[in-house]
């Protein structure tokens, strides 16, 4: 247990304001701290307000405990997280570094996704440093529109400041620096007015692909966008995959809190977002989290549910893998139909389960992905089997089952076989990026040739989304 010594000005402010105020780590928030989702769990005790009737049923049995988004602070008292805040964040790509003899110097590539930020630390031309956390901004909840709306009501130079702050120590002598993140972040961490992207038409104040003055660095490029959910992570990334230069057509999707895919080839270049939730990231599941150590990430059938978790730790939750690999088990096995009805309400993996709800949830998450990838295709004419690879990125990409992502219909089965990983190929990007200018040019010029493709009130996505929310692949 910490000790945390009580401030006058601390009363009445939730455990979660005090978190973040005082910059200390934080369990996580889904709901954005509104009290619904019941995964801020803090052990703890001394002076706080008694539990109300929403969190006393959100606790259920979990004796010891309180929501960080509900207590609040009447004195000293102490504390001790869950290991959730202790994230498995992937930093690692394939593919090599652009190389730029010239280059000399500090620089810094920074990768910014919703739930994990990724720094790069480059010296002389090499990478010597990767460093990675939890996105601060997850206090306010796990999906970009939660932090827009926390935005639009005041909140702005809070998200600003938490992402200058958490980068700040790594900048020290910096002599470049290259930030990539969804379109709505890179407006959060420049200032610049999000409000546009939250409503009709979405319009971006800003699509970037210039440069600013920023504290931890001399100059800071913030990578180009297309549009206002197609963001410079999706260029960084998707130019680093070389997918800009393919000759036949190409399929690449980050899967992540948002699903944006580009489909190019030679010819054509299209993209698009799919608003998919942030189910892949343990929000929304029940006993759902981000890739710690205790999280389930795989799962098989054989006479039952069998499991392995990250560090063979006591499971502790589900993260997105493992609720793919979940999935894909139980219709193997039987127990879950096309319609995604469940034999049983839950199915337990150690002390954690997966629920009918679970299931609906997933099932939204991976319609939005399939219709996204069809749609692309049927704009491009083109029939799925004429896609020759698949390129997955992102941290929780790497950590798919190819099969169980084609079993569960995220990716068409018909594209099985046909996956690649690639890693975080958004902070390869960025790197590249950072150590040459040319990149920078590739970059902004790919931005600028793709194709954006609003799915929302798309007739033939409608269709498809429907026809996806089965499990048939």
Same mark, same amino acid.
């Given at each position: 247990?910490?000790? +945390?010594?009580?401030? !006058?000005?601390?009363?009445?402010?939730?455990?979660? *304001?005090?978190?973040?105020?005082?910059? /200390?780590?934080?369990?996580?928030?889904?709901?954005?701290?509104?009290?619904?989702?019941?995964?801020?769990?803090?052990?703890? *005790?001394?002076?706080?307000?008694?539990?109300?009737?929403?969190?006393?049923?959100?606790?259920?049995?979990?004796?010891?405990?309180?929501?960080?988004?509900?207590?609040?602070? !009447?004195?000293?008292?102490?504390?001790?997280?869950?290991?959730?805040? *202790?994230?498995?964040?992937?930093?690692?790509?394939?593919?090599?570094?652009?190389?730029?003899?010239?280059?000399?110097?500090?620089?810094?590539?920074?990768?910014?996704?919703?739930?994990?930020?990724?720094?790069?630390?480059?010296?002389?031309?090499? #990478?010597?440093?990767?460093? @990675?956390?939890?996105?601060?901004?997850?206090?306010?909840? %796990?999906?970009?529109?939660?932090?827009?709306?926390?935005?639009?009501?005041?909140?702005?130079?809070?998200?600003?400041? *938490?992402?200058?702050?958490?980068?700040?120590?790594?900048?020290?002598?910096?002599?470049?620096?290259?930030?990539?993140?969804?379109?709505?972040?890179?407006?959060?961490?420049?200032?610049?007015?999000? @409000?546009?992207?939250?409503? /009709?038409?979405?319009?971006?104040?800003?699509?970037?692909?210039?440069?600013? $003055?920023?504290?931890?660095?001399?100059?800071?490029?913030?990578?180009?966008?297309?549009?206002? +959910?197609?963001?410079?992570?999706?260029?960084?990334?998707?130019?680093?995959?070389?997918?800009?230069? %393919?000759?036949?057509l190409t399929l690449y999707i980050d899967i992540g809190t948002n699903g944006e895919i580009v489909l190019a080839d030679k010819d054509r270049a299209l993209c698009c977002a799919a608003a998919a939730g942030p189910a892949f990231e343990g929000a929304n599941i029940e006993c759902g989290c981000i890739a710690h150590t205790g999280a389930v990430e795989k799962v098989w059938y054989d006479g039952g549910l069998k499991y392995k978790t990250i560090g063979n730790a006591?499971?502790?939750?589900?993260?997105?893998?493992?609720?793919?690999?979940?999935?894909?088990? /139980?219709?193997?096995?039987?127990?879950?139909?096309?319609?995604?009805?469940?034999?049983?309400?839950?199915? +337990?993996?150690?002390?954690?389960?997966?629920?009918?709800?679970?299931?609906?949830?997933? $099932?939204?998450?991976?319609?939005?992905?399939?219709?996204?990838?069809?749609?692309?295709?049927?704009?491009?004419?083109?029939?799925?089997?004429?896609?020759?690879?698949?390129?997955?990125?992102?941290?929780?990409?790497?950590?798919?089952?190819?099969?169980?992502?084609?079993?569960?219909?995220?990716?068409?089965?018909?594209?099985?076989?046909?996956?690649?990983?690639?890693?975080?190929?958004?902070?390869?990007?960025?790197?590249?990026?950072?150590?040459?200018?040319?990149?920078?040019?590739?970059? !902004?010029?790919?931005?600028?040739? /793709?194709?954006?493709?609003? =799915? @929302?009130?798309?007739?033939?996505?409608?269709? =498809?989304? #429907?026809?996806?929310?089965?499990?048939?692949?």
């Open positions: 247990m910490t000790d +945390y010594k009580c401030k !006058e000005s601390d009363i009445g402010k939730t455990l979660l *304001e005090i978190f973040c105020a005082e910059g /200390l780590c934080q369990p996580e928030t889904p709901c954005g701290g509104k009290g619904r989702c019941g995964k801020c769990l803090v052990r703890c *005790e001394g002076a706080l307000s008694a539990p109300d009737e929403n969190e006393i049923k959100l606790l259920g049995d979990k004796k010891g405990f309180r929501l960080a988004c509900l207590a609040r602070c !009447e004195g000293d008292f102490s504390y001790q997280l869950t290991e959730q805040t *202790e994230a498995d964040i992937q930093t690692d790509f394939a593919g090599d570094i652009t190389l730029n003899k010239a280059t000399e110097g500090k620089l810094l590539a920074v990768d910014i996704g919703t739930t994990t930020v990724a720094i790069y630390s480059i010296i002389n031309g090499k #990478v010597k440093d990767k460093i @990675s956390f939890v996105n601060p901004q997850t206090a306010h909840g %796990a999906d970009v529109i939660s932090r827009l709306v926390f935005a639009g009501q005041t909140g702005a130079e809070t998200l600003k400041n *938490e992402l200058v702050e958490a980068i700040k120590p790594y900048g020290a002598d910096t002599d470049y620096c290259v930030i990539c993140g969804n379109t709505a972040i890179e407006h959060f961490v420049t200032g610049e007015d999000a @409000s546009g992207i939250a409503k /009709l038409p979405f319009t971006p104040a800003s699509l970037f692909g210039c440069e600013y $003055q920023m504290p931890f660095a001399k100059k800071t490029y913030i990578a180009p966008c297309v549009a206002a +959910y197609v963001g410079g992570d999706i260029t960084c990334g998707a130019v680093a995959s070389g997918i800009d230069r %393919a000759e036949e006591p499971a502790t939750g589900i993260c997105g893998s493992g609720l793919i690999d979940c999935v894909s088990a /139980l219709l193997a096995g039987g127990e879950l139909d096309e319609t995604g009805r469940l034999d049983e309400d839950r199915y +337990y993996l150690g002390d954690v389960y997966i629920s009918q709800k679970d299931i609906r949830s997933l $099932q939204t998450a991976k319609a939005a992905i399939a219709a996204g990838i069809k749609t692309l295709a049927a704009e491009m004419k083109k029939p799925i089997t004429a896609i020759k690879k698949v390129i997955i990125a992102g941290g929780f990409g790497t950590h798919i089952d190819p099969d169980s992502a084609c079993d569960i219909g995220l990716i068409p089965q018909k594209l099985r076989g046909r996956i690649e990983f690639m890693g975080n190929c958004a902070g390869h990007g960025a790197v590249n990026c950072a150590l040459s200018e040319a990149e920078r040019k590739r970059t !902004e010029a790919f931005a600028k040739r /793709l194709e954006y493709i609003e =799915l @929302s009130g798309h007739k033939k996505f409608n269709q =498809l989304y #429907v026809d996806e929310m089965f499990f048939e692949g």
